[in-house]
C-alpha cells in the first residue's frame, strides 16, 4: 500500500498532527522536502494538501510513475517493487496503467497551485531523469517551458550555454535553467 497510495499521503498528515500534538509547532510554518521517491510524494502532497503545508521542495521526483517503469526501470528492483505495489507492470493490463497513473503526480498537479512549490533536477540523475521535473513544471506552468526547452536538458543531452546558466552561490552547482511563475520555481 505504498507508492503515493491514499494511505501513505494520510501517514504523513498524521506524522504533521503528531508533531503537533508532541512540540510547539506553528501550523503556518509546515514545510515539507522530499528527494527522488520522497520529491514523487511531495508533488503528490502539493497536489491533494497544499492547505497543510508553508512550502514544499522536491528534488528529482518521479512525476509520471508509468514512463519512469517503462523508460527507465523496466527491469531492475526499482521495477520489481513497482510490479508488486501495482499487480504487474504498466502495460499489463489498463487497470494496472490506471493505477500507476492515479498515483502519478502528472494525473493531479494543475496550474494555480496555492502552495509555495520549489522544484528541482540533477542534470544527470542516474535513477530519476530530470524530465520528471521538468513536465510537471511544465504542468503547473504551462507557458514558462516548452516542450523543445525541456528536452535540451535531458539525460546526456549536451545542456544549453542561454539563456540561464549560472553558479549557484550557496552549492557552487551549476544551474542550467531557473524559471518562476505563480507560486512555483
Not at 513536465?135 to 536538458?153: C, D, G, T, V, Y
Amino acid at each position: 500500500d505504498g507508492c503515493g497510495s491514499r494511505t501513505i499521503r494520510q501517514d504523513i498528515l498524521d506524522g504533521v498532527e503528531y508533531m503537533k500534538t508532541k512540540y510547539a509547532v506553528d501550523s503556518k510554518h509546515v514545510y515539507l522536502l522530499g528527494f527522488s521517491g520522497g520529491g514523487f510524494i511531495s508533488m503528490l502532497m502539493a497536489a491533494f494538501h497544499p492547505d497543510v503545508f508553508a512550502a514544499i521542495s522536491e528534488w528529482s521526483g518521479i512525476a509520471d510513475l508509468s514512463s519512469w517503469y517503462t523508460d527507465e526501470h523496466p527491469s531492475d528492483r526499482y521495477a520489481e517493487g513497482m510490479r508488486q505495489c501495482f499487480g504487474g507492470a504498466p502495460g499489463e493490463s489498463s487497470a494496472i496503467r490506471a493505477a500507476y497513473m492515479d498515483r502519478s503526480p502528472v494525473s493531479h498537479l494543475k496550474p494555480g497551485l496555492v502552495v509555495p512549490f520549489d522544484m528541482n533536477a540533477q542534470n544527470n540523475d542516474p535513477v530519476v531523469s530530470n524530465q520528471h521535473s521538468l513536465r510537471a513544471f511544465r504542468i503547473l506552468e504551462p507557458a514558462l517551458l516548452s516542450e523543445e526547452e525541456a528536452k535540451q536538458l535531458a539525460r546526456g543531452a549536451t545542456p544549453p550555454a542561454t539563456p540561464y546558466v549560472r553558479t549557484d552561490p550557496s552549492t557552487s552547482r551549476t544551474v542550467y535553467l531557473r524559471r518562476e511563475g505563480h507560486n512555483v520555481r
